[in-house]
Each structure stands twice: as structure tokens, then as C-alpha cells.
């Protein structure tokens, strides 16, 4: 089994910044993906990033439209951690972040479905 644990959310202004952690332990896979998603009151979950290394240790990265340019996912695999680092943020940002894995070592997944792991998220809120 694998843990997946979110934290850094939290409240803060429009336009603001944020960067949320995500720290993976127990099962441990040579390749692997990792993504966030969020979802806010009312809709369905949202594909926001995720992040996946080649054989080759190249880093291949994709973002949902509504975070391009805003967003950017990066991940540390000696700490088994990955970020997000949220610049520009919007009040429609405002939404539980989840971090999600899976042992794949092809291009990142943007679908839950590919994703068997996953954390219990964390609140992000931001004012307008």
C-alpha cells in the first residue's frame, strides 16, 4: 500500500500564492506517476496536474487548461515528495486538493481512474 499525504493549503487573497505538498511512504515503485486533482462544493473532480519520469529520468509534466501558466508540479524522489506550486491564485481555484499516485512510467495520467492512490486532501481558499 501506498500513503499519500497533502498539506500547505490554507486560506489567502486572490492573486496570492500557495504550495502544496505531497508525501508519499509505504510501497515504493520504481516508476510512477503522481497528479493533483481538485474538486470545489457542488462539482466533479477536477484534473489539475501530474507529473512522471522516464526510464531516463526525463520529466514529463501536463496541466489541466484552467491552471496553464499558473500551476506548476514538481517532484523531489529522494523525499518521495511531490509540489504544487500555485501562483496567481483565483477565487475559483478555491477547492479540496487531492493528490493522487500510481506506478506507471508513462506520460501523466490526467484521468482518476488511472490513479489507485490517493491522499485525503487538503482545503484550498482563496478571497476575492
Known amino acids: 500500500q501506498v500513503q499519500l499525504v497533502e498539506s500547505g493549503g490554507g486560506l489567502v487573497q486572490g492573486g496570492g500564492s500557495l504550495r502544496l505538498s505531497c508525501a508519499a511512504s509505504?510501497?515504493?515503485?520504481?516508476?510512477?506517476?503522481m497528479g493533483w486533482f481538485r474538486q470545489a462544493p457542488g462539482k466533479e473532480r477536477e484534473f489539475v496536474a501530474a507529473?512522471?519520469?522516464?526510464?531516463?529520468?526525463?520529466?514529463?509534466?501536463n496541466y489541466g487548461d484552467s491552471v496553464k501558466g499558473r500551476f506548476t508540479i514538481s517532484g523531489d524522489n529522494a523525499k518521495n515528495t511531490v509540489y504544487l506550486q500555485m501562483n496567481s491564485l483565483k477565487p475559483e481555484d478555491t477547492a479540496v486538493y487531492y493528490c493522487?499516485?500510481?506506478?506507471?512510467?508513462?506520460?501523466?495520467?490526467?484521468?482518476?481512474?488511472?490513479?489507485?492512490?490517493w491522499g485525503q486532501g487538503t482545503q484550498v481558499t482563496v478571497s476575492s
Open positions: 507529473i512522471s519520469w522516464s526510464v531516463s529520468n526525463t520529466v514529463y509534466t
Open positions: 493522487a499516485a500510481d506506478a506507471s512510467s508513462g506520460l501523466p495520467a490526467r484521468r482518476e481512474y488511472e490513479y489507485a492512490y
Open positions: 509505504g510501497r515504493t515503485f520504481s516508476r510512477y506517476t
